[in-house]
């Protein structure tokens, strides 16, 4: 008993005098206070880069490979490209369809606007031009009592959407190298072609005529 009050004390003691030396020492050093807001963004990259290569991998969610690139027109701005493919030949995919496959390019030229940043970093505005074709087949089955046979109806269908609209958004570079894009906005959507499935509003939610929303986040590599 007394010597595992001995050792007690003893480490007791050792404690103490630890906090004490820690004490002493943070006294000595100099106060650093935690970086504002803006501090953090003034010291972000500042580098000039000659292009970004983005991916876009929440598009596979839809069956779809999307990516851009990114190449600098002036000090504060920069014209990014985006092209998507996607295709699908099993039923109940992410549209509801069938199969389809579908085009799609897009052109944003970005307007960096925070001050001392180049272009292809930081806060930007961009008016964008998209255009996007997609051809689907939808099924239809009913069972026919009368005759005792389940009848299928097959429809093919062809969609155009071309869309001109405005957006905001932030590209971040981490690193030197990593980049995480992401913006939102809208446009109008402008649908031609045929429909033989049924209401596009219904059979296919990203063709809608009139004003839509238009977002994208993506990752990326800046060089």
Do not use: C
Request: aromatic share 14%; proline share 2%.
């Amino acid at each position: 008993m007394k010597r595992e009050r001995n050792l007690v004390i003893v480490l007791l003691s050792v404690f103490m005098s630890m906090g004490i030396m820690t004490n002493l020492i943070a006294q000595n050093r100099p106060v650093k206070g935690k970086a504002s807001f803006a501090e953090k963004f003034s010291r972000m990259d500042t580098v000039e880069r000659t292009g970004v290569f983005t991916s876009f991998p929440t598009n596979f969610v839809a069956s779809t490979l999307k990516v851009g690139y990114e190449f600098k027109v002036a000090h504060n701005k920069g014209l990014k490209l985006i092209g998507s493919f996607g295709s699908s030949n099993s039923a109940g995919d992410y549209y509801g369809l069938d199969k389809f496959n579908e085009y799609g390019l897009e052109a944003q030229l970005r307007f960096y606007v925070l001050k001392d940043h180049p272009a292809m970093n930081g806060l930007y505005l961009a008016p964008y031009v998209f255009d996007k074709s997609m051809s689907y087949q939808t099924s239809t089955s009913f069972y026919d009592y009368s005759n005792n046979i389940e009848v299928i109806t097959v429809s093919n269908a062809t969609v155009s959407n071309f869309s001109v609209g405005y957006i905001i958004g932030y590209q971040y570079i981490y690193n030197s190298t990593l980049t995480i894009d992401g913006f939102i906005g809208g446009g109008n959507d402008f649908i031609s072609g045929n429909n033989s499935g049924g209401s596009l509003g219904n059979s296919v939610f990203a063709y809608r005529n009139g004003i839509d929303l238009h977002m994208g986040l993506g990752i990326g590599i800046a060089f």
